[in-house]
């Protein structure tokens, strides 16, 4: 899978290059490409951003570089990729778009930063590419960087091979629409604490059934709104 980031904090997608996604990328599971969106700029002060037109607090990032990037990026590039703006105002991010997206042979991810990105940009890009703004949850974060991030995480370790164990992708939180159940290990009593017997019982189905019944618990008690879905 080939992912392209533009943004105009590049380094913070350094961590990147470490853990199971950096493995991956050295392998060329993935092919992970960070652009500075100032590289795209003309003028001696690399300018991003200028005023909102009608006024409001804060300044808008300016069409033109967005548009040599994604000219530069994305072109006529057949298949067309995915192009993703993460934006606190888009269609919340699930587990199911991750999944949907890791099938995506090429992504393209633009972080906005300031009070957002100039409208006109949007609808250009999706003359390229399949647009999608994408929103972590219900909370303001600067900018697009620590969301994408998260988003490229999330669709990463879903690309066949970047996990080694697949079956650690299966019994997962959002897998299956509830939260995981409760992980032991060794020793069986820890500090006065004792491991759930049945989990020592060598009785799997009885093993199974009791961490359904702790998904349904937690679910319960934490996100009573995924049961209502
Ligand atoms: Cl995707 N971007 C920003 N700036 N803030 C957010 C977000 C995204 N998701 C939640 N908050």
């Excluded at 409208?119 to 909370?139: M, Q």
């Amino acid at each position: 899978m080939r992912i392209d980031v533009v943004s105009i904090f590049p380094t913070i997608f350094d961590a990147l290059e470490v853990s199971l996604l950096g493995k991956a990328r050295q392998t060329g599971l993935l092919d992970v490409r960070v652009h500075d969106l100032r590289e795209f700029t003309h003028d001696r002060h690399r300018t991003v951003d200028d005023t909102p037109y009608g006024g409001g607090a804060g300044m808008v990032m300016k069409p033109e570089p967005w548009g040599e990037a994604l000219d530069a990026i994305v072109g006529d590039a057949d298949p067309r990729p995915v192009i993703v703006f993460p934006s606190p105002a888009g269609e919340r991010f699930t587990q199911s778009i991750a999944r949907e997206l890791s099938a995506a042979p090429h992504l393209v991810f633009g972080c906005g930063r300031y009070e957002g990105i100039d409208e006109r940009v949007f609808d250009y890009a999706a003359e390229h590419g399949d647009v999608r703004l994408l929103s972590l949850g219900d909370y303001v974060l600067n900018g697009g960087e620590v969301a994408v991030m998260a988003m490229v995480e999330a669709i990463g370790r879903l690309v066949p091979g970047v996990v080694g164990n697949p079956e650690s992708l299966v019994e997962e939180s959002h897998e299956d629409g509830l939260l995981e159940y409760p992980s032991y290990t060794k020793p069986s009593v820890w500090r006065d604490r004792e491991v759930p017997p049945v989990l020592l019982s060598g009785n799997h189905g009885a093993v199974a059934s009791w961490r359904r019944e702790q998904q349904l618990e937690r679910t319960r008690a934490r996100r009573p709104d995924l049961l209502a879905d």
